[in-house]
């Protein structure tokens, strides 16, 4: 299938702004690809159709008529059913909120309608995006669209497959402990992590914390550098915004590989990742990592990671769900119950040695990154697993303590509030998608985003390397 769908943001607003494709059209391309796809992947849930179509007749007048055309005009969006989005049902993929129609729109939606977006639909979560798994109680489970009988990854694989399948352009994803990182992964697309903060956010419900980010998802890095700039920006209502010029991401240009100083760590020297991914890693090292001015393997400093990111993440349950388990206890799924009842049953202590350890390992990870302009490590720890499990139980015959213990990959990144890409690159041992993580300095996202700009452009012109499409075909009614 080609379709206008399949174009990439940045090709499709370029064609809306020079009058050879419509919003109108492309909008309609995106719904027939949901009808035609969705039914088999099940990554777009909530329908706002009829809306988006009035808004892509707005689009194409506007156009006809000369206006001055925004960033995202005409663009189709997918928001993730965590965020409010005003008229349109959001369930948090939990039963308590099933008939939740928010009044208003919260910051970053209101400011992607306001670039041009078009929101088109919801995209599946795990229920308040607790899992590794995008499945709950009230829209079922999303698969893989490279294999239906495998997980999409959680917590926004309802995005990354709706991505993967070319449903839409654009999509928002959130990240805690690699929510946006794993399911690009496993459907081969990309996504950002932003520098903390630099998305700022009203609803945040610890606002001091590295914890939780919104992000940009997308098929290319050029299309999370424009969906960001729409997304960016600085607003005294979240405590970690900063100030910044959102308008930088728009056009990125590829770096020089050349002058970039690069570590790679197959582990971060603490996380559990499988064998054959640590192989296929290297052999996907192999045929880049000559392009930089230096490339040495140096794991960061992150003693402790695991054991610190457990205990916050217990906090943070606490704060987010003891009000729904309080009341609600019986409509909870698994994983929220054992996240929030881990959190209930830490201390103070445990709370205080996870606060003074984390200031240490970020403080460590500074002066790591004084020698490295970028870290590269494995996107996933295995490959996309069954659809039926909730996470990987072990890896490499090692039992993992739970199911956080199989994310280490990414949650411990997410300590250091750094900016991280997850970049496509070729396929695993199993034939299903494999990507890196590209991390930067904090606060240095659009060179970051360059640099991975420059790593795709190679791996798209090797087979080995380039993006996978899924067979489209095998998933259309």
């Known amino acids: 299938m080609t379709e206008p ?36 992947v099940n990554a777009v849930v909530a329908r706002d159709y009829e809306r988006a179509r009035d808004a892509a007749r707005a689009a194409t007048d506007a156009v006809m008529r000369g206006d001055d055309l925004p960033a995202l005009h005409g ?42 977006g078009i929101i088109l639909a919801k995209t599946n979560t795990p229920e308040f995006a607790a899992g590794g798994n995008t499945s709950n109680k009230v829209y079922g489970a999303t698969r893989n669209p490279f294999d239906l009988a495998r997980t999409s990854g959680g917590s926004s694989g309802g995005s990354a497959a709706a991505l993967a399948t070319g449903m839409m352009p654009l999509c928002s994803g959130s990240d805690t402990g690699g929510s ?14 932003p520098s903390i903060g630099l998305i700022a956010s009203d609803r945040r419900t610890v606002p001091l914390t590295t914890f939780s980010t919104l992000g940009p998802m997308a098929r290319t890095v050029a299309d999370l550098g424009l969906m960001l700039s729409a997304m960016a920006g600085e607003d005294t209502i979240d405590p970690m915004s900063f100030p910044h010029d959102p308008a930088q991401f728009r056009d990125i240009a590829p770096a020089d590989l050349s002058r970039v100083r690069v570590a790679v760590s197959e582990d971060l020297g603490f996380a559990p990742v499988q064998k054959a991914i640590r192989k296929t890693f290297r052999e996907t090292l192999a045929q880049y990592g000559s392009t930089f001015a230096r490339c040495d393997d140096h794991d960061p400093p992150m003693e402790n990671a695991a054991d610190i990111f457990w205990i916050l993440r217990g906090l943070q349950f606490v704060a987010t769900q003891k009000g729904h388990y309080d009341s609600h206890r019986g409509d909870l799924g698994a994983n929220v119950l054992f996240n929030t009842e881990a959190g209930l049953a830490m201390n103070m202590e445990q709370a205080g040695w996870a606060h003074k350890e984390h200031g240490a390992l970020y403080r460590r990870f500074q002066a790591y990154f004084e020698q490295y302009d970028i870290l590269i490590c494995p996107g996933v720890p295995v490959p996309a697993f069954p659809l039926d499990q909730p996470a990987p139980s072990e890896i490499d015959g090692v039992k993992m303590a739970h199911y956080i213990s199989a994310s280490a990959i990414t949650a411990g990144l997410t300590l250091t509030g750094h ?8 396929l695993d041992h199993t034939g299903a998608p494999f990507g890196i993580q590209v991390v ?38």
Not at 81 to 88: E, K, Q
Not at 459 to 470: E, G, I, K
Request: net charge positive.
């Open 75 to 116: 663009l189709p969006i997918g928001i993730k059913d965590m965020n409010h989005t005003a008229g349109l049902t959001t369930t948090y993929g939990s039963p308590i909120y099933r008939d939740f129609v928010p009044e208003t729109d919260e910051r970053f939606v209101a400011a992607l309608r306001l670039a041009g």
């Open 419 to 426: 900016p991280v890409v997850a970049l496509p690159c070729g």
């Open 5 to 40: 769908c399949d174009l990439s943001a940045v090709d499709a607003r370029r064609l809306i702004g020079r009058k050879r494709l419509s919003a109108i059209e492309l909008v309609e391309s995106c719904i027939a690809r949901i009808e035609r796809v969705n039914p088999a």
């Open 440 to 477: 930067g300095r904090k606060h240095r996202d659009r060179f970051t985003l360059s640099v991975a700009m420059a790593l795709e452009q190679i791996f798209s012109a090797s087979p080995a390397l380039a993006r996978p499409v899924p067979d489209l075909e095998s998933l259309a009614r």
């Open 180 to 193: 946006l990182r794993r399911p690009a992964t496993y459907c081969g697309v990309a996504a950002l992590r």
